[in-house]
């Protein structure tokens, strides 16, 4: 299907939209006959060089593919490697922090092609994302460039942070739901402080050093350690925040942009949870509407059979004992991060959670470990709330609570009280936007993310251009997060870019 701008149509396969700017001839070319053209050095993206130093490598394929539950590839290998990165090369507070990446290589990559550096940030660990993207189409990057992703500070390679003690981390991903009394906010932000107060003190003197400017540092680091003029980023989420800031704060030091799936820099704690929740509610909507088309195993309703489960677990009966807001997360990182194709994947979450209504609770347990390892790690509640900007107060997130419960049935009073997460974190402030960005962007965006919602593309298309760089945008009408990780079609793009440097010639839309 198209992107277009007045009308639109639905056509068979993934297709472009007409092109933007065409050329039309004049008499501009006219020049006296016999005079010596003047020449031009060649213009355009640098290429993407191979690191001159390289670091110290370690076989970890098995750990890593086992660490993520997919299978590896025929010929995949994986290393990993640490380097040593400043604490707080920003606000000056002394000492180093080690950061984790991973190399991925095939039989068939050139051993002189420089690297594709991969980041997800906080969305999920970036040494778990790329073997993700491995088991799907990721592959096919490894054809002609390896891939080199890196982890933020405290999750996966680099460190996983351990600061809040059990009961804690517990109550803060059910929402203290059980404690009872009638200010959910209260209760919930009472064990918050606790947990703020003992990571703040984990990673002191760093306390505001794991935002998404020292995460872009952290890569410029790698870059400097390589000893390579430029790099090709692929940041996808949280990941394209962090890509875009390292494009802020070094614009002359990027070789290929590509952002899928982002946020602006500067976006506030509030506006930036709608757009999750409205992003839920649409993979729920997308879903359910798949599930109805499979005969799936939730029956006739889908949609209907996942609102009382959540109804139940609200009032404390739900199935295997789950919180309202750890069942959300379960259903959430299931959406999120398919495991195989669309219908496979659709009846394998629609039987797992038909089974837990039915009593068999051991598909969803599998479900709800799933979602705490991936989404709820003590890193990620360091970094996600470092990155969140103009929080909302107590009384706000009290109307939020109220007022999103009635506009998004399933997901919106989870959604509000997550923002209480990050109200006692030390106050951050957005990376500076890119000026005078001399590559093109290729921006990806999914319809139905629960992840990140789907308006970021073009709020972040309006900074692109304002950096004085052309962009082009390829949406995948699929549920997931990551256009590029999930659809074959939106990764060809990313091929094409990254090879020349060129931007395709127009917008396109990916069928699901």
């Not at 997308?286 to 996942?306: E, Y």
């Not at 959300?328 to 991060?337: C, G, N, P, Q, S």
């Not at 106050?427 to 970021?456: A, C, F, M, R, Y």
């Amino acid at each position: 299907m198209c992107l277009a701008t007045v009308t639109s149509a639905v056509l068979a396969g993934c297709a472009p939209i007409l092109a933007a700017n065409p050329r039309y001839a004049t008499d501009s070319g006219a020049r006296p006959q016999g005079e010596p053209q003047s020449t031009q050095a060649p213009t355009g993206p640098p290429p993407v060089e191979a690191p001159k130093n390289e670091l110290s490598w370690r076989d970890c394929t098995s750990r890593l593919f086992g660490a993520a539950e997919v299978p590896a590839p025929a010929g995949v290998s994986l290393e990993c490697a640490e380097y040593d990165a400043d604490l707080d090369s920003i606000n000056g507070a002394t000492g180093t922090v080690s950061i984790g990446v991973v190399q991925a290589k095939s039989v068939v990559t050139p051993s002189d092609a420089g690297p594709l550096v991969m980041t997800t940030g906080t969305d999920v660990a970036s040494s778990v994302g790329l073997p993700i993207w491995l088991s799907r189409n990721g592959t096919d990057v490894l054809k002609t460039n390896p891939i080199v992703a890196v982890d933020r500070r405290g999750l996966g390679t680099s460190g996983e942070l351990d600061c809040r003690d059990l009961y804690d981390r517990q109550e803060m991903i059910d929402q203290a739901q059980f404690e009872g009394g009638n200010d959910p906010v209260a209760n919930l932000g009472a064990i918050v402080q606790t947990a703020t107060t003992s990571c703040t003190d984990t990673i002191a003197p760093g306390d505001s050093a794991y935002d998404n400017s020292h995460a872009a540092e952290d890569i410029e680091r790698l870059r400097s350690t390589w000893d390579v003029p430029s790099l090709a980023l692929l940041g996808i989420g949280n990941g394209a925040q962090i890509a875009l800031a390292y494009a802020g704060s070094h614009p002359n030091k990027v070789s290929r942009l590509i952002l899928d799936s982002p946020l602006p820099l500067g976006i506030g704690a509030e506006a930036a949870a709608e757009q999750k929740i409205q992003g839920q509610q649409a993979a729920l909507d997308a879903f359910a509407a798949q599930c109805t088309a499979a005969a799936c195993p939730l029956g006739p309703d889908p949609k209907g059979a996942i609102d009382s489960m959540l109804t139940e677990a609200r009032e404390g009966s739900g199935p295997a004992g789950a919180s309202a807001s750890a069942l959300t997360d379960a259903i959430t990182t299931a959406l999120a991060f398919p495991t195989g194709d669309r219908v496979g994947t659709t009846n394998a979450l629609a039987g797992t959670l038909a089974a837990a209504r039915a009593g068999d609770t051991a598909g969803l347990t599998a479900l709800l470990s799933d979602a705490e390892s991936l989404r709820n790690t003590d890193g990620q509640f360091v970094n996600s709330c470092s990155d969140a900007l103009n929080r909302p107060t107590p009384d706000r997130v009290r109307e939020l609570v109220v007022a999103w419960a009635r506009l998004y049935p399933q997901f919106g009073r989870v959604g509000a009280l997550n923002l209480v997460d990050c109200l006692n974190w030390p106050s951050g402030t957005p990376p500076q936007e890119p000026k005078g960005l001399g590559v093109p962007v290729l921006l990806l965006g999914v319809q139905n993310d629960p992840i990140v919602g789907n308006e970021g593309v073009a709020a972040v298309a309006a900074t692109v251009i304002n950096a004085g760089a052309p962009n082009r945008r390829v949406i995948w009408q699929g549920i997931g997060h990551g256009a590029s990780m999930n659809s074959p079609c939106a990764l060809a793009p990313v091929l094409s870019y990254l090879a020349s440097g060129k931007l395709p010639g127009t917008d396109t839309y990916c069928p699901a």
